[in-house]
């Protein structure tokens, strides 16, 4: 018996060492990978060789028979014992996060720890009060081991198998088969204690075969750092997979970017002639979605810049391509036999945008415009028909919303002067002497006298022609080039107010016109406010005018902006009133001081009965709100007889007064008593 117990010694000193050595690769896998599950491992193997490290020691005290206190032999047993259990329960709590891919809370592992406690409690005081009962003690702690490890490992290691070994690689059936492997080892172990029990004695078999036991844990540990390393690779390879899918796809809505999307075009381009078709290129533009962006944030638009890739994903054939290009441009690959089928194709496209998207709660409407460009039979570069296209797409921003137009030849050279022409109108902000601002007259209609003026940019470039704002301030919309343009207007009109104020004119007005993107940009009331501030000038000698189409374009930003220039103390007047864009309640919740009527309903009040009514109505309207009524376009003596006839408190127009530059207004102010003699 003495040298079986040796034997005995020998083999759980051994398999600690094993223990110590699969736990010192789980705590250094835990620290550089940071798995949750490995911290689990790396306790479960502690507990592991805490039992193989004290099992020696219990079985010594075991052995010594009455010479040790039962009370110490059983404290010792249950340390070791326990040691055992907790290792199942850490391995089973360990493997069921790698699973599931979530960590086990914390008071279910408590109540499990608790659990195997008891149990090994259990399994030592069995049979421990009568010293003569060793084999019986055998079986049930051995036994008992052999039972736990059978009926909780194998059902482990078939659940990694079969639920993670299709990710691939030996990583996981290395370490789901050794798992099963370790139960298989401990119902040996209950087997061989069973049949020990019926002997009476100690086989050698049973002794040599505790030695396996250090397989499967090997097993554990080789397949735990197999897996490891399969992760690292195939994250790895996501990640350089993603990197290459964000640099040929737009990262908001997943659609082919620019520089897949031109690829693409290039090779339908090569082969498309040999199957007898034409390629199209669409690029297309939504309309006024700057103001979803702007008054219902970047998150809206974020979401329904997704929405509409999806209807335009949908609304395409199987063999088509969209691509986002940036901003809200998308541009549609088409091959097709004429231009009516892709005419077919893009009429069903922006359809699809014109239904209401519903996003956060909000139902919100977007449509596009569209411009096209076809091959025609003729070849042509990639780079040149997406040109086209979007030579086409200005002409059709041109004519309006929601239109779709094809690319023509003329087009081109239009877009060469436009692009001649705003290169200028940059040359002429960034120098300053060849914009010029003009200023017309308003004339109170009782009096007759000046009661203001309004400013009038003019451009007159090098060559000495005197552009109207008509020919330039839609470019200046259309680039950018408006807020700059406006900025020197408002500067320059103050600069002058304040030479008129000094001169004696401390009651004339100068008014200037607002465009939607000065409104929309950043710090503009800042910066009128300083320009006020610089020419010692009071907010209430400066008068800004918007359209009625503007003011209507997002009522609650442009009345936060109008209200911010009131406090100031600027007036603001409402142009072109009466073009149909207005709703009353919209304009009673404008903060407004004045209205001008448009120039067309002036232009034949004296003709047309219903224009007058219209005149009548707005004076009316005006005189309820308390309101400054302006009538603008005044240009015969029938129309200033019927205007005074209606009682409209100002008057502006030819007529009565052309757009003069400073030094002639001057003249006319001067001859007028506004200002004293020069």
């Known amino acids: 018996m003495t040298s079986e117990t040796e034997l005995m010694r020998v083999s759980l000193v051994f ?7 699969t736990y010192s690769i789980l705590f250094f896998l835990r620290r550089h990978y940071r798995r949750g599950y490995l911290q689990r491992w790396e306790r479960s193997w502690l507990w592991l060789a805490v039992f193989h490290l004290g099992a020696p020691i219990s079985l010594q005290l075991n052995l010594s028979g009455e010479s040790t206190p039962l009370l110490v032999r059983i404290l010792a047993s249950t340390i070791v014992n326990g040691g055992s259990c907790l290792h199942v329960v850490y391995l089973l709590s360990g493997a069921w996060e790698l699973r599931k891919g979530r960590v086990v809370a914390d008071r279910w592992l408590r109540i499990w720890s608790l659990s195997a406690a008891g149990l090994a409690l259990v399994l030592v005081l069995l049979f421990s009060w009568d010293h003569a009962l060793v084999q019986e003690r055998i079986l049930v702690r051995s036994g008992g081991r052999g039972l736990l490890y059978g009926l909780a490992f194998i059902p482990a290691g078939v659940m990694i198998w079969r639920a993670l070994a299709g990710r691939g690689g030996i990583g996981y059936r290395l370490l789901g088969g050794s798992i099963v492997a370790y139960g298989i080892y401990g119902f040996q172990v209950l087997g061989l204690t069973a049949i020990s029990y019926l002997d009476q004695e100690l086989r050698p078999l049973q002794l040599y075969l505790g030695f396996i036991e250090i397989l499967p844990q090997m097993g554990i540990a080789a397949g735990m750092v197999i897996v490891l390393l399969e992760e690292e690779r195939h994250s790895a390879i996501q990640a350089a997979q993603q990197i290459e899918h964000l640099a040929y796809h737009d990262p908001l809505t997943g659609l082919p970017n620019r520089s897949l999307f031109l690829d693409r075009l290039r090779s339908v381009l090569a082969s498309a002639p040999r199957h007898g078709r034409e390629v199209a290129v669409a690029f297309l533009d939504l309309d006024l979605f700057k103001r979803i962006n702007d008054s219902l944030g970047h998150a809206v638009g974020d979401e329904m810049m997704r929405g509409v890739a999806h209807r335009l994903r949908g609304a395409l ?3 088509d391509t969209v691509a986002r290009m940036g901003g809200d441009e998308f541009t549609l690959l088409l ?6 089928d892709a005419e077919r194709v893009l009429s069903r496209v922006l359809d699809a945008l014109r239904h209401p998207f519903s996003i956060q709660g909000r139902e919100l409407i977007v449509t596009a415009s569209a411009g096209v460009a076809i091959t025609a039979g ?6 040149s028909l997406v040109r086209h296209a979007d030579l086409a797409l200005y002409r059709a921003k041109q004519e309006g919303k929601d239109v779709l137009r094809f690319f023509e030849g003329g087009v081109e050279d239009d877009h060469t002067v436009r692009l001649a022409l705003e290169l200028a109108l940059r040359r002429a902000l960034e120098v300053g002497d060849q914009l010029l601002l003009y200023y017309q007259p308003l004339f109170a209609a009782g009096s007759g006298a000046v009661v203001g003026v309004e400013a009038l940019l003019r451009w007159r470039q090098p060559s000495g022609r005197l552009r109207l704002p008509t020919e330039f301030v839609p470019l200046a919309e259309a680039s950018g080039l408006i807020v700059p343009l406006g900025r020197w207007v408002i500067e320059e009109a103050c600069r002058q107010a304040a030479g008129w104020r000094q001169a004696g004119a401390v009651d004339l007005t100068v008014a200037v016109n607002l465009s939607a993107r000065q409104l929309n940009a950043a710090e503009f009331v800042q910066q009128l406010a300083r320009s006020l501030a610089d020419c010692d000038l009071p907010g209430s000698a400066l008068q800004v005018e918007i359209t009625e189409s503007v003011a209507m374009q997002d ?4 009345g936060s902006v109008l209200s911010r220039l009131r406090e100031l103390g600027v007036s603001v007047t409402l142009d072109d009133f009466g073009t149909g864009y ?4 919209h304009l009673q919740s404008l903060p407004i001081d004045g209205l001008k009527i448009d120039a067309s309903f002036v232009k034949t009040v004296h003709s047309d009965p219903g224009s007058e009514a219209i005149v ?5 309207l005006g005189k309820e709100l308390q309101l400054e009524v302006t009538a603008e376009g005044v240009e015969t003596e029938q129309q200033l007889a019927i205007l005074s006839r209606l009682g409209c408190p100002q008057l502006q127009g030819f007529y009565l007064g052309h757009p003069l530059p400073p030094g002639e207004l001057e003249t006319f102010l001067t001859a007028r008593g506004v200002l004293g003699a020069a």
């Open 555 to 558: 009522v609650s930003l442009v």
């Open 616 to 620: 009548r109505a707005i004076l009316s």
């Open 317 to 319: 054939r199987a063999g």
């Open 15 to 21: 398999l600690a060492v094993a223990s110590v050595l």
């Open 378 to 383: 003729e070849p042509v570069a990639a780079e």
């Open 582 to 585: 207005s709703s009353l309640a």
């Open 335 to 340: 091959e097709v036999h004429e231009r009516a």
